[in-house]
């Protein structure tokens, strides 16, 4: 008898199961779908490289740039010494340290426009001639430089009898001597003999013909200004125009052929190398999933853009390379951004690579760095460039 009832019973419930199929189907099975890419833009990069133990992304970043701009002209990849231009920085951040007595951050961070203007004053050597590197080192390790230099230049901006204190630029490049190596004034690339002043005229590269577009609120558009952030210690100028331009700016630059040197925040927990995606989720309680399947992201305005920097959520810790654009299977486009940490992580095809929606981008980035000439004429004509 129990037999009979539960059979009739369990019946009952397929028949209402079967009448109900529809609306049971799109409550309870998930749609969720795991990232497929496609590539749209693939500008031509190099390989990628590790910063090691250092806060020396800019130059990392700002040399891969510089290498795809080399590539672009003359079609040949020359790897480019970061660490020539970081010694070089780390110089003229002693003099800046020491003019200011003592007043300002003194650290390894730095931006693309230190690299142009490291290049414009000191040249521009390939990695064969100064690596950086010394003994049997094959990674960077800068945990000692800073502390030793800024030691040295606070003994000098505390000293009183100045003029009898020992010279603080001989310190600094000892220091620099023994953790960089030697810079050599003439080196041999392909079979022939350089300065790094005739090097960078080899290849062709004119450091005026870069600048570096942001978008606040807090200037008026349509100017340059000083952006006021730590790791700005040259005071270098930014032009600002708006949001929806500086991502039509990005894509323009990338359908011509042109790559970007990026400058972002990837504090964020969706940002992220192993998975190879930087998304902005409109409901935080998707984070850990977006890092793998679609998900609906955050409308992001100028004024929340604005309110993430004032708020320090977004600063600017980290530069990376822009060198393509992909697209996922709904058609949404993502930035294909070269990073510095090695070529790590877990999705295929993607090491050392991340791909950055244009969410993460509107809400992120601090600014990025383009060649004038790729400008379209309409900024060209706002800024008289």
């Known amino acids: 008898m129990k037999k009979t009832i539960l059979s009739i019973a369990f019946f009952a419930i397929a028949i209402s199961l079967f009448a109900q199929e529809d609306s049971f189907v799109k409550v309870n099975i998930p749609n969720d779908e795991k990232y497929n890419f496609t590539p749209i833009i693939d500008i031509e990069a190099s390989a990628v490289k590790s910063q090691g133990n250092t806060g020396t992304c800019w130059s990392f970043s700002a040399s891969s740039f510089l290498e795809s701009e080399i590539y672009r002209n003359s079609g040949e990849l020359i790897d480019i010494s970061e660490m020539y231009t970081v010694r070089n920085t780390y110089t003229a951040k002693a003099w800046n340290y020491v003019m200011r007595q003592g007043k300002i951050q003194f650290s390894e961070g730095g931006l693309a426009h230190d690299v142009m203007n490291s290049i414009q004053k000191n040249g521009l050597v390939p990695d064969s001639a100064y690596s950086g590197l010394q003994g049997e080192a094959t990674k960077h390790n800068h945990a000692q430089i800073v502390p030793e230099l800024q030691k040295v230049l606070d003994a000098y901006i505390k000293n009183d009898k100045k003029s009898e204190y020992p010279n603080w630029r001989i310190a600094v490049d000892s220091i620099l001597d023994v953790h960089l190596g030697k810079v050599s004034e003439n080196f041999m690339y392909n079979d022939t ?181 790729v400008l379209t004429e309409e900024l060209k004509q706002e800024f008289k460039i």
């Open 193 to 373: 003999f350089y300065t790094p002043t005739s090097f960078l005229e080899m290849t062709k590269v004119n450091a005026s013909d870069y600048i570096t577009l942001t978008s606040f609120i807090h200037q008026p558009y349509y100017t340059k200004f000083v952006l006021n952030i730590p790791d700005n210690f040259s005071n270098g100028t930014f032009y600002n125009i708006k949001l929806e331009q500086l991502v039509s700016e990005v894509d323009n630059a990338l359908k011509k052929g042109y790559s970007l040197a990026l400058d972002c925040d990837v504090s964020e927990k969706t940002f992220s190398q192993k998975f190879g995606v930087a998304i902005i989720p409109k409901n935080v309680d998707n984070n850990e999933k977006s890092l793998t399947y679609i998900v609906e992201e955050n409308d992001i305005t100028p004024e929340l853009r604005q309110q993430e920097f004032e708020n320090y959520n977004t600063t600017d810790d980290h530069l990376m390379h822009i060198v393509g654009l992909v697209k996922d299977q709904n058609d949404t486009e993502y930035y294909k951004v070269k990073n510095s940490w090695g070529s790590t992580g877990d999705r295929i095809g993607n090491r050392g690579y991340v791909y950055m929606s244009k969410a993460f981008f509107k809400l992120k980035t601090i600014s990025v760095m383009v060649h004038k000439d």
